[in-house]
């Protein structure tokens, strides 16, 4: 069975533009949870979506949302892009409540110049 | 409120050797899960393991190993015979019932030499 997949793996933006984000759970899995990881540091909560609803947010600006779609995709997207938005997104799906195990996709990697 | 704390950011050991992961936790919260990730420099956070609070019993998995203390609020990982390929960034998170959020504490980057 596929794992997380996400797109794309890498993408170069200017200050002030948009960016979307996309994310395929595994078969069968629910939930999404979006991750920020900047250099160094541990993975930091977005957001978390099941069954189309929003169930979690993170401590960050409304520049940041995100959707999940009726085959539990996801976008999340980020506007007027600043130079700290520079990380990796991190995509992970669960069958359910936060609490389950969650598994992680290869991540996209931004950089905002 | 929740936090995670991984002291060690950096762990050099050479191949064979044993090697321990520390993490200490914080929560109020009487339920809650633990769990342990593998970075390899690819970026993929990988599923190492899964505990709730209620479960204290030590794990053993091949090489790997949890030891899990309620009483010092501890979730330590040991390497036996490391080898080259376990170097990668280790993560140790938390999430309690009640929480709507997992935090991850900042990791501890592991490098095997041979």
């Known amino acids: 069975d596929a794992g997380v997949t996400q797109s794309p793996t890498h993408l170069i933006k200017t200050r002030g533009q948009q960016v979307t984000l996309r994310c395929s759970p595994i078969s069968g899995h629910k939930s999404v949870s979006w991750y920020q990881q900047v250099l160094g540091q541990g993975p930091q909560f977005i957001f978390q979506y099941y069954e189309k609803e929003e169930r979690g947010r993170g401590n960050f600006p409304d520049r940041f949302s995100a959707r999940q779609f009726p085959n539990y995709s996801s976008e999340l997207n980020v506007n007027a892009l600043l130079l700290g938005d520079s990380a990796l997104y991190l995509c992970?799906?669960?069958?359910?409540?936060?609490?389950?195990?969650?598994?992680f996709g290869p991540g996209t990697r931004l950089l905002v110049l | 409120a929740q936090k995670v704390t991984q002291a060690q950011t950096e762990i050099s050991v050479v191949e064979k050797e044993d090697v321990t992961l520390d993490c200490v936790y914080e929560?109020?919260?009487?339920?809650?899960?633990l769990f342990w990730y593998k970075q390899p420099p690819s970026g993929e956070l990988v599923f190492l393991i899964r505990?709730?609070?209620?479960?204290?019993q030590n794990e053993i998995s091949g090489r790997y190993s949890w030891n899990f203390q309620k009483s010092t609020s501890s979730f330590n990982f040991t390497i036996t015979a490391s080898q080259v390929v376990d170097s990668a960034v280790y993560f140790c998170?938390?999430?309690?019932?009640?929480?709507?959020?997992?935090?991850f504490g900042s990791g501890t980057r592991l490098s095997i030499r041979p």
């Open positions: 992970a799906s669960s069958s359910g409540r936060i609490q389950e195990t969650q598994y």
């Open positions: 505990r709730n609070s209620f479960d204290e």
């Open positions: 929560t109020r919260d009487t339920t809650y899960y």
């Open positions: 998170a938390l999430i309690s019932s009640s929480a709507s959020k997992i935090i």
